[in-house]
């Protein structure tokens, strides 16, 4: 008797705990993980996050994991340890993050992913998820018509091991490849690298110089390629991007590179925030865990209202 | 006696939660009978049964959406559109139209025409003819479909262009293709919000083409 009652009392007290809304006072800890802020886009993530926590009260942890799922776990060690009341979560694998994701929950903390998703659900309370597929299919389709459906291009695919880079390139080709004039003569991965995409274009080029256009699977690829084509004289081929960068802002605005798609990073970031300090301060989550965002195609006519991930209106 | 019940409470909380997944689990199931995903059959399945009576009864005259969508766009999109309860989405709206073809675009493999629904010879809408559609405003004007029921997000966007495969199948194949410009055509299909000063751009779920 004395047994049940005490299980009651405890049963008590974890609903209590689950159920009951916490105030959320300044010493509240946020830890913001995304992968390597030497691009911009997960900078923009991680800046955009950061600026919401503090806005909302809460210290913040800004870690990066360099898309290394071991550091990731580590770094979600380190979240459970310093007692974080959530992890906003930019995953180095949809597969690999799950494991990691679900230690946090164990812990009691509750992860808002943002970005990429992971291979199941119900571990995150949120998935925020950047519509890479329907803006790979925007940016094909301003490839095709810039390329007037004919001639022959090269894809610069991004980092084997990071899922948007196959995403893209699966959006691309769905639509790409409606159109029989297109023709890909070369397909090579430059691992999101500008440098590296600038040497495989050099290269790409020695063995096809009758290109018309290039479609990269992210815009410091773009960077790349554009800068070996103008270097080879051939700066009217047309290149498309993808992440709406001020590198190729800027590019699209001198003729440059034609057109990139705009992924929100920095709203996105922040609206993770938002449901992150909803869930710990009311308790809420959200109605459906996994939300898309969808992607806006930039080009010459909008690139000037684009600033740092994010489209003036 | 306490004990037998909270052993009640938490078997029914336990058979609660075990309820709800049965039914995905069941879909799951049906999905790994059926063998690999295959969203062309998901749309070949629910094409008769549920995505034409749903688009029938929720269409409104085009002139109509236009109107309410230019006083109040969020008003406009409760009353004739669907958008995801949560992410970024615009609103896709769901239409009839009855006009007049005024231009033709058939070179591209993404044809279209434009057609005029308020006798000003002017265009008030862009209907897509194939082969080639763009976008994913069909599946985008469901609102008995959701993200959050599919493995990822190639599977999501898989299923909203067989969408598309289905129509140009089914529908606009059989188009006539040349002269166009001045005959009439009736449809009935979906658009996102469009740009400003852009015509909004319709994947037809009903089409014909008249004299």
């Known amino acids: ?313 | 006696m306490r004990l037998k019940a909270a052993a009640v409470i938490l078997l029914a909380s336990a058979l609660g939660l075990t309820g709800c997944k049965l039914v995905k689990t069941a879909d799951k199931d049906r999905e790994a009978e059926a063998g690999a995903f295959d969203p062309d059959k998901l749309v070949a399945e629910m094409w008769d049964g549920k995505v034409i009576p749903y688009l029938e009864q929720r269409a409104a005259p085009l002139r109509d959406v236009l109107a309410a969508t230019a006083a109040d766009p969020d008003a406009a999109g409760q009353k004739h559109g669907y958008k995801a309860k949560q992410g970024n989405a615009p609103w896709t709206f769901i239409a009839k139209v009855d006009g007049t073809i005024v231009a033709e675009e058939t070179a591209s493999r993404a044809a279209y025409v434009d057609v005029d629904v308020d006798g000003d010879a002017k265009a008030d809408v862009r209907v897509a003819i194939g082969p080639a559609i763009r976008g994913t405003a069909l599946r985008d004007s469901l609102d008995f479909v959701d993200f959050n029921a599919f493995k990822n997000q190639i599977e999501w966007a898989q299923f909203g262009k067989s969408f598309n495969t289905h129509v140009n199948a089914t529908l606009l194949e059989t188009l006539p293709r040349e002269n166009l410009t001045g005959k009439r055509l009736t449809a009935t299909g979906a658009y996102p919000l469009p740009a400003k000063g852009q015509l909004p751009q319709m994947v037809p779920a009903a089409v014909t083409v008249g004299d």
């Not at chain 1, 340890?81 to 995953?91: E, F, T, W």
């Not at chain 1, 799950?98 to 571990?123: C, H, M, T, Y």
């Not at chain 1, 070996?228 to 003729?255: E, H, M, P, T, Y």
């Open chain 1, 1 to 313: 008797m004395n047994i049940t009652r005490r299980l009651i009392t405890v049963g008590f007290a974890a609903v209590l705990a689950a159920g009951v809304a916490m105030p959320a006072f300044a010493a509240d800890l946020i830890a913001i993980i995304t992968p390597s802020h030497d691009n911009p886009f997960f900078k923009a993530e991680a800046v955009g996050a950061e600026a919401k926590a503090k806005e909302l009260g809460y210290e913040t942890l800004v870690l990066v994991h360099d898309d290394d799922a071991n550091k990731q776990s580590q770094l979600i060690d380190t979240a459970i340890g310093r007692g974080a009341k959530a992890i906003i979560l930019d995953n180095a694998g949809a597969d690999a993050s799950v494991a990691a994701v679900q230690k946090a929950k164990d812990a009691g903390i509750p992860s808002f992913l943002i970005d990429r998703e992971i291979n199941a659900s119900g571990v995150a309370v949120s998935q925020i998820v950047s519509n890479n597929y329907q803006g790979a299919q925007l940016g094909a389709e301003e490839f095709v018509k810039l390329m007037g459906e004919k001639g022959n291009y090269v894809e610069l695919v991004g980092k084997e091991s990071d899922t948007n880079a196959g995403i893209r390139s699966k959006g691309y080709h769905d639509v790409i490849d409606e159109y029989p004039d297109l023709k890909m003569v070369a397909q090579q991965s430059a691992n999101w690298s500008q440098t590296e995409a600038y040497s495989k274009m050099e290269t790409i080029l020695q063995a096809n110089p009758d290109i018309q256009g290039v479609i990269a699977g992210n815009d410091t690829m773009a960077m790349g390629a554009i800068a070996a084509l103008q270097a080879a004289g051939k700066g009217d081929v047309i290149v498309v991007g993808f992440d709406g960068s001020n590198d190729v802002r800027d590019s699209i605005k001198s003729g440059g590179i034609k057109a990139t798609v705009l992924q929100p990073a920095y709203a996105q970031a922040q609206m993770a925030v938002e449901q992150a300090h909803d869930y710990i301060a009311n308790g809420k989550t959200p109605a459906e865990e996994k939300q898309l965002m969808d992607c806006v195609l930039i080009n010459a006519d909008n690139a000037d209202k684009l600033e740092t991930f994010a489209l003036a209106d």
